[in-house]
């Protein structure tokens, strides 16, 4: 009998999913064999392209290998030219790199310019056919033949390189290099390389040919301050790049490689040698013939001698660095791009800062294998007045003053006692200068020998290494010595030190590093009642037309309170124990509240003296470009000598500022005796060495001498009535010496050797 009941829900259920899973077994199934098929079809049809016996491992698989790994190097390459992608993401790429600025000093007097010119800008039909061709023939040869790379170009230079045994030919095009001047840095990274070829293609699907050797033209740096032919054709030659003979453009064009290396007014014959290669140059490409070439041979460029004329190169390098910066927070609307620049820079303070580090490194750098120095001085509200970025900005544009990372060594321990201060501590506080370790590490005072007991005020006055190691592990508490110097770092972030500061248990004597700029500064906190400013060059800005664009007072980044008042007057007193009884005692002026602190590191690699006055603050390092040591030079010999000079000057015809927290101590009329001290930095050395400046100063004096005793043989009477107010003398002589006599004959900084110290 037939079941009539419908079949329960259950039973549907199972129903549909059995059909669900024969339907995809079957889709699968299809499918599968479909692929089969389509695979067997794709074999068949391969097959008639079949290779084999010698073909197919001679042809074919390297073929196939070089595909693999150029299609890995591809992507490779991709990644690393990302960063290259995000610099053309903005639209006003072109506009970033053609800022023209002229700088005046504080006081409204021009000291130089940056960028390139736009009120007299060339048409490149202008430019005379001898340096066109000059440029092509030395650069780029094949400039309007390639994409951007010129990859004969490169091989052939590669195996001229090769050959030779080192760099003798570059492998960029004039593509390429304009690329690296508007995008990248000179810094010589695969990364950088990679990100230039990538620009350089970019470059030449969104300009002409023309165009980008006009850019190319105009911003590639010629020496001296100068961007473009055209400004160094008037700054060599004082004449348009209109005008410049086949001598002349070939002198340009030799500049291209290495400006400060072939920069006439630094060495002429080096310009003349390189300007010979330019013409063979030109000859080669067939460009010229040696007949037309012959009369630039034989008479060639005379540059204008402006050995001269001082310009604070490094100065007005990084405040161009500064602009830029600047120009990049103005509106998006606003197109202006030549500007009037007044500066915090007096060129008065800038000159002496300059003959205190020439003095100093010729009289004694090779006593001391020193090689290199860089100064900073600053105001208190953090603008720059002077800076020194190195011995010779003609041998090396690299400033020491801002990019150089170097140890601070003991200079560093002030920010260390500011964190005690602030966690509890004060300046008479008993900290016992004995054995410490952190894990395998023991740091060792200056002559392997412990103090005991001692104030914390004796400690920096003494520069103990051991002091500064133990308040780091007591300020961490039960948290550890990481804790500590975690606290230590946070109060140099509120100084303005943006340095790195890699924390390590030598943090606290100074192992870390930091630039001459942000420690210069970062000091100025003590005497500014605890506030930090910002290190900056710009007072304010103005157009070409002279309206105000932007003003420092105004817009500028207002000070922050880094430390209380109360802790920066402790630490000034603290601190003016180094140089009146200490380890500075070179660097004590006159009648003038003075602080500071010295700095030696390992193997005397470094030496430092960062201090301030109620006016300015000031950091000085010595040493050597490749990290060698010094022969024994310490904070208190150099760089303490070098800061008195600067700052004797500095405060000239100013009025001297109290700092608070230091008492202010009498004019004397001698220089106070030195006060014994366990202070091993400041020792005695080999008498001063007269300069030939004042050598000359002082047989100009011996000429007026006999000129008076002469003259007064033949008069009698009363001696006339002086005019103007009595000179300032420290002794009973009647005859005042001008001050560049002064400044040419410094103290005798030259400290006897001493042994090296673990960390100072």
Known sequence: MPDNNPPDWKTKIRHLLLDLDARIDFAMFSSGKGTREAYERFSTFMDRFHVGRWKRWVIIEPLSEMATFGLGGLVLLLVLAQSAFRETADDDWLKKSDLAVSFLDRYGNPIGSRGIKHNDSIPLEDFPDNLIKATLATEDRRFYDHFGIDIAGTARALVTNAQAGGVRQGGSSITQQLAKNLFLSNERTIERKVNEAFLAIWLETRLTKNEILKLYLDRAYMGGGTFGVDGAAHFYFNKSARDVTLAEAAMLAGLFKAPTKYAPHINLPAARARANVVLDNLVDAGFMTEGQVFGARRNPAIAIDRREEVSPNYYLDWAFDEMRKLVDTFPKSYSERVFVVRTTIDMTVQRAAESAVENQLRQFGRDYHATQAATVVSDLDGGVRAMVGGRDYGASQFNRATDAMRQPGSSFKPYVYTTALLNGYKPTSIVLDGPVCIGNWCPQNYGHSYSGNVTLTQAITRSINVVPVKLSIAMGGRAGPKAGRAKIIEVARRFGIKAPLLDTPSLPIGSTEVTVLEHAVAYATFPNKGKSNTPHAVLEVRTGAGDLVWRFDRDGKPPLQAIPASVAADMAGMMSHVVSEGTARRAALD??????????????????????????????????????????????????????????????????????????????????????????????????????????????????????????????????????????????????????????????????????????
């Open 591 to 760: 009648g003038i509240p003075t602080a500071g602190k010295t700095g030696t590191t390992n193997a005397y690699r470094d030496a430092w003296f960062v201090g301030y006055t109620g006016n300015f603050s000031c950091a000085v390092w010595y040493g050597n470009d490749d990290y060698s040591p010094t022969n024994r030079m310490t904070g208190g010999s150099l760089p303490a000598q070098t800061w008195h000079d600067i700052m004797a000057v500095a405060h000239q015809g100013i009025e001297i500022k109290d700092v608070p927290g230091i008492t202010p101590a009498p004019k004397s009329a001698t220089a106070p005796a030195a006060v014994a001290s366990n202070a091993p930095e400041v020792q005695p050395g080999p008498p001063p060495i007269l300069t030939r400046r004042g050598a000359d100063i002082l047989v100009r004096v011996e000429k007026m001498l006999d000129e008076a005793s002469k003259s007064s043989g033949k008069t009698s009477g009363a001696d006339p009535a002086p005019v103007g107010p009595a000179p300032k003398s420290s002794s009973s002589s009647a005859l005042a010496f001008p001050d560049s006599f002064a400044s040419a004959v410094p103290g005798a900084p030259v400290p006897a050797p001493a042994p090296a110290p673990q960390k100072k």
